[in-house]
């Protein structure tokens, strides 16, 4: 018996399957471009997406805040901390605390990580070509306006 077998045999007063849920689509999607960029970049660098996020966002985020990284990313403090500290035993950040407030950490990426980021950039540029390859630029300009009202609806936190 198929999946969607087992799935349209469970009864519910709606007659939607979980497929058909937006949010379900985009997290099976996630899970899936996520499995591959960790695949891509686990076997040719070393590194797990976070911490390939992490670099890239303090790639283009010159002197930026634990905090600062954390809202951007919409990533949890404590798991974002906890990565920071394995990235600056590997040698790929350095920190320092602010001058002013001592609580406040500011990151900045070591030349281990940024030969990093520069080998790797070709690798993940050609994946986001294969992702694109069968989508039109006038598809992708829908896509991500569709993305963006997504994006605007999730901050509704009442439904009625």
Same mark, same amino acid.
């Given at each position: ?19 058909? @849920?937006?949010? @379900?689509?985009?997290?099976?999607? !996630?899970?899936?471009?996520?499995? !591959? ?17 992490l ?52 990151? #900045? ?8 980021? #520069? ?16 989508v ?7 896509? #991500? ?6 994006e ?9």
């Amino acid at each position: 018996m198929g999946i969607f077998n087992i799935m349209n045999k469970h009864k519910t007063l709606s007659h939607r399957t979980a497929s058909s @849920f937006v949010t @379900f689509r985009l997290a099976k999607m !996630q899970s899936s471009l996520n499995a !591959q960029a960790t695949a891509i970049l686990k076997t040719k660098a070393g590194l797990s997406l976070v911490e390939w996020r992490l670099i890239q966002t303090l790639r283009i985020f010159e002197d930026v805040t634990m905090s600062e990284i954390a809202d951007f990313l919409q990533m949890d403090k404590g798991q974002l901390s906890r990565k920071v500290k394995a990235m600056l035993k590997k040698g790929l950040l350095r920190s320092e605390r602010d001058t002013e407030d001592k609580r406040v950490q500011h990151l #900045y990426l070591t030349k281990a990580a940024l030969e990093i980021s #520069y080998s790797m950039m070709p690798v993940m540029e050609a994946r986001q070509k294969l992702l694109l390859v069968e989508v039109p630029p006038d598809d992708l300009k829908i896509f #991500y306006g569709v993305i963006n009202k997504l994006e605007a609806a999730a901050k509704i936190r009442e439904i009625e």
